[in-house]
């Protein structure tokens, strides 16, 4: 199984990015596919997640400013952030457990500058 994040980059505050996250090897259909962040000195947090069905859940500090959405045909979920705030810097990071085995993708950067 691979998860491949894409999308990230550099945007002003106020700003909108879509992150992308592929994946390969698993029925994806079925997956609850989920969205973390990690921030510079911080832990890794939850952001939001998807079943296969397409109910979503989301951190309380994202509400209404992030979405996650999911594409079976692609294999693909994304996660589209509207409104962002330089404390949204962080490396995003998609994940899937499966059999209680969790893989993740890479990471991608997003910063948001002030």
């Known amino acids: 199984v691979q998860v491949v994040e894409s999308g990230g980059g550099l945007v002003q505050a106020g700003g909108s990015l879509r992150l992308s996250c592929a994946a390969s090897?698993?029925?994806?259909?079925?997956?609850?596919m989920t969205w973390y962040r990690q921030a510079p000195g911080k832990q890794r947090e939850l952001v939001a997640a998807i079943s296969g069905g397409g109910s979503t859940s989301y951190a309380d500090s994202v509400k209404g400013r992030f979405t996650i959405s999911r594409d079976n045909a692609k294999n693909t979920v994304y996660l589209q952030m509207n409104s962002l705030k330089p404390e949204h810097t962080a490396v995003y990071y998609c994940?899937?457990?499966?059999?209680?085995?969790?893989?993740w993708g890479p990471g991608t950067q997003v910063t948001v500058s002030s």
């Open positions: 090897g698993t029925i994806f259909r079925f997956n609850v």
């Open positions: 994940n899937t457990e499966i059999s209680y085995h969790n893989y």
